[in-house]
């Protein structure tokens, strides 16, 4: 539970962008990256995730792991690694449009997971230090406008000698831009940029349909910043690596001579 000054203000934020996402549930829902995700669940063992995440997460040994996904959307990757053998697996996001969504994928294939409906700043107390492994994936960080606050919330899901495990767009593309009709070189914005940004032509990356929607606001934390709010949080560094590959909304930036990092794997841990 997040209660310090700033925490109505984070609210007020947290509950735009819950209208903003429950907006763009029906589209995704419509479009053919949701078919294939549940064509796919069908089938027994189905994973979404690539190389990179797979193998990082069976690294560090699924099959008696407790995993909790902190914003899971539609609930297709903590479907995944509940297909690759982790234990108990709760997904947690505060759309309840996505998460109709998660159910239906986890029933196609009658899979074992939990979804809990929830603001990740107002989490109740029984989830505290229940989970051996938390994952963060692509575009999460980017939606909290408190980030000490949201390590914090992470951490306290941990078991002792738990693991926080994050795959994430590199923190360089919020100078970029995702039109792939501009020139991949250029950088439109600042790396140290402090005001939101504030979207309301909808969040649509699966069809790149544009509609008027509620405003949700994103926010551009540096590196310094994530590894500053970790420490914060008492998460140590365990492994660090970045990635030329495109995970999110950037493959017009993939493949150039200059190029930019587009990805990175962050795995820290709390005191064993
Ligand atoms: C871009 S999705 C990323 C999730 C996943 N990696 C994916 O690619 O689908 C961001 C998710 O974060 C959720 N979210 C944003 N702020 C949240 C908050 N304060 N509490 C819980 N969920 C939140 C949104 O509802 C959305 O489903």
Same mark, same amino acid.
């Given at each position: ?24 549930? &029906? *589209?995704?829902?419509?479009? /053919? ?11 027994? $063992? ?5 190389? %990179?995440?797979?193998?990082?997460? @069976? ?27 982790? /234990?108990?697996?709760? $997904? ?16 196609? $294939? ?19 230090? /229940?989970?051996?492994? /938390?994952?963060? %994936?692509? $575009?999460?960080?980017?939606?909290? &406008? ?44 600042? *790396? ?17 349909? %544009? ?5 949700? +606001? ?34 017009? @930036? ?9 990805? *990175?794997? +962050?795995? +820290?841990?709390?005191?064993?």
């Amino acid at each position: 539970m997040v209660e310090d000054k700033n925490s109505s203000s984070v609210r007020e934020i947290t509950a735009s962008n819950r209208v903003a996402w429950d907006e763009a549930a &029906p *589209y995704h829902r419509a479009n /053919a990256q949701y078919a294939a995700h549940l064509a796919g669940f069908a089938r027994p $063992g189905h994973s979404c995730l690539d190389e %990179t995440l797979t193998g990082r997460l @069976l690294a560090l040994g699924l099959e008696d792991k407790d995993v909790v996904q902190v914003c899971c959307n539609n609930g297709r990757e903590i479907l995944s690694i509940k297909n690759l053998g982790a /234990a108990r697996c709760l $997904g947690i996001d505060q759309s309840a449009a996505f998460l109709a969504q998660a159910d239906e994928l986890a029933a196609a $294939g009658g899979i074992d997971c939990e979804f809990l409906c929830r603001d990740i700043y107002d989490l109740p107390d029984d989830l505290r230090g /229940a989970f051996d492994l /938390a994952v963060i %994936t692509i $575009g999460v960080l980017c939606w909290m &406008p408190d980030l000490e606050a949201f390590f914090a919330v992470a951490a306290g899901l941990l078991r002792r000698g738990g693991q926080l495990a994050i795959y994430e767009d590199h923190p360089i593309l919020n100078m970029a831009t995702e039109d792939p009709t501009q020139d991949p070189a250029r950088l439109f914005l600042s *790396y140290f940029r402090e005001e939101p940004w504030v979207e309301e032509t909808g969040l649509d990356y699966y069809g790149n349909t %544009t509609y008027k929607a509620a405003p949700s +606001l994103c926010f551009f934390h540096k590196f310094s910043d994530i590894f500053m709010a970790a420490r914060s949080a008492s998460l140590e560094l365990r492994e660090f690596e970045e990635f030329a590959h495109n995970i999110g909304t950037w493959p017009h @930036l993939e493949n150039q001579n200059a190029q930019l990092p587009l990805s *990175y794997f +962050l795995r +820290l841990g709390n005191a064993a």
